[in-house]
């Protein structure tokens, strides 16, 4: 195969993870191949990806602020993308033209498989924020079968309007009251800001989550936060949010380098020693 090219369209970008999460996939492969940080203001995103095809670019990705715009742009769009009507890959067809896939929830689900084999989509799941990360997760709960998903946001009215928009099996739920939706749980997982570096902690006592409930936290930096050294130290299943960047990952490397990679600590230790 020819010598590959990829990379991340961000603004600013010089945070993102991307080009050493890929960098270690392409070595490992011995792809000859690259993928680097694109630097992209944002009333330069449609050049930028339509230059895509002309510089020989086998497609990109997109991280913030580009991806509801991408999916405006581009030509042809996956159910996901559809759905979160936001981008976060794109593959130039061999004609040239666009398409745009969104891997976020793919790569929650994938994540929580792995870390915790033995959750299974028959109990409720109490799900916080309603926010871009939470649509890419109540998207994708729901189609795994979830029976229930109580969506419970700081704002109330944003977690009814993404119930409504999403139907069932979405049930909004009182902020307030987010410890009452613990109850019966199989998993509950954070998609807010709250528990990151320089954010305040989330208030959730896990008290009325069943002793076999998953506790999943989408931040990332700290790799535990508060809520899962809270949820470890309970005894309950925990599962960081590293692991859903490496997942989200895997279908654009397989689309442009041509190899399906694997995620494993190798991977993990090579991102987080990554200097961002
Ligand atoms: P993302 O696309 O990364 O999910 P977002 O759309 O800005 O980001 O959503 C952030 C989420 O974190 C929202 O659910 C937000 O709640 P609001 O809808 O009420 O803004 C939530 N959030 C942010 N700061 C919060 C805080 N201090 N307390 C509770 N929730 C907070």
Known sequence: MSFRMSGVMGWPVGHSRSPALHGHWLARHGIAGTYVPLPVQPEHLEQALRALPVLGFAGCNLTV??????????????????????????????DGTLEGRNTDGEGFLKHLEA??????????????????????VVGTLADAGVPEIRIANRTDARAASLAEEFGT????????????????CGLVVNTTQLGMVGWPELELALDRLPG???????VYTPL???????????GLTTVDGLGM???????????????????DEALRQAVLGSTP
């Open 169 to 184: 099996p979405l049930r909004p739920w009182p902020w307030a009251k987010r410890e009452d939706g613990l109850t019966g």
């Open 212 to 218: 076999d409930g998953v506790v999943y936290d989408i």
């Open 65 to 94: 602020p580009h991806k509801e715009a991408a999916f405006r742009i581009v030509d042809h769009v996956d159910r996901a993308a559809a759905r979160l009507r936001a981008v976060n890959t794109v593959i130039v067809r061999p």
């Open 115 to 136: 870390s915790a084999p033995a959750w299974r989509p028959d109990r409720p799941v109490l799900v916080l924020g309603a926010g871009g990360a939470a649509r890419a």
């Open 245 to 263: 960047l490496l997942h989200q990952a895997r279908a654009g490397f397989a689309a442009w380098f041509g190899v399906d990679p694997t995620v």
């Open 224 to 234: 535990e936060t508060p809520l899962l050294a809270e949820a470890r130290q309970r």
